[in-house]
């Protein structure tokens, strides 16, 4: 029963590195997202994807690239880590249509130094 | 564009009492939905409730019901008879169900209920 997981849970990085975080859920569900929460601005969209192969920006895209070569995962990719990225990123994913709740991972605090 | 509205920060609620935390919605779409989701200090976030535009009734969960005043475009999550484990912060969220699919959340309320 596993959901959406995401992985790591934690990550310190150095300005400039480069990571990956990971996304994979196993419900069959067309839409995948990416949020970053800060405090007192809720969460925001960074990128999300309505099937295989395609994705789009969100509110707060720069900084960040996306993939789905599959249904099941959709990894995010921070290209030059800035100390304005520290934040906590969640992962969640819905079915393509209709008036459905996302399902969301379990978080990654992400620190910048 | 579609934009979500919580304005309030914070509120205390005391154990056993209702409590009403405000959300307003601006969209020119007909169709769209309208969900609750609880942030607990472990941080996941859990789904509560939601609603549908073209819902005539307003929808419940066991404790959690949702005051939805289409005219006025909002979509108040009541939530009754508070328990300490309700503390937590709480977002409102919209989707459109039909182009991109996005949610978009509020900035959310932090509820403390005190014992």
């Known amino acids: 029963n596993a959901g959406v997981t995401q992985t790591p849970k934690f990550q310190v990085l150095k300005t400039g590195q480069s990571m990956t975080l990971q996304c994979a859920q196993d419900m069959n569900h067309e839409y995948m997202s990416w949020y970053r929460q800060d405090p007192g601005m809720g969460l925001r969209l960074i990128h999300y994807?309505?099937?295989?192969?395609?994705?789009d920006q969100g509110e707060v895209p720069n900084g960040y690239n996306v993939s789905r070569s599959t249904t099941e995962d959709f990894p995010l990719r921070l290209l030059s880590a800035a100390p304005s990225q520290t934040s906590v990123y969640f992962c969640?994913?819905?079915?393509?249509?209709?008036?459905?709740?996302?399902?969301f991972g379990q978080g990654t605090r992400l620190t910048v130094v | 564009a579609q934009k979500i509205t919580q304005t309030q920060p914070g509120m205390f609620v005391q154990e056993k009492e209702a409590v009403t935390l405000d959300c307003t919605y601006d969209?020119?779409?007909?169709?769209?939905?309208l969900f609750w989701y609880k942030q607990p200090s472990s941080g996941e976030m859990i789904f509560l409730i939601y609603?549908?535009?073209?819902?005539?009734q307003n929808a419940t969960e066991g404790r959690y019901s949702l005051n939805f005043q289409k005219a006025r475009k909002s979509a108040n999550l009541v939530i009754s008879a508070s328990q300490l484990g309700d503390s937590a912060m709480y977002f409102c969220?919209?989707?459109?169900?039909?182009?991109?699919?996005?949610?978009?959340f509020g900035t959310g309320t932090r509820l403390k209920v005190l014992a």
């Open positions: 969209t020119s779409d007909q169709s769209y939905g």
């Open positions: 609603q549908g535009s073209y819902d005539e």
């Open positions: 994807s309505v099937g295989a192969g395609i994705t």
């Open positions: 969640a994913s819905s079915y393509g249509q209709g008036v459905t709740e996302a399902f």
């Open positions: 969220a919209m989707r459109d169900p039909s182009g991109t699919y996005k949610y978009i």
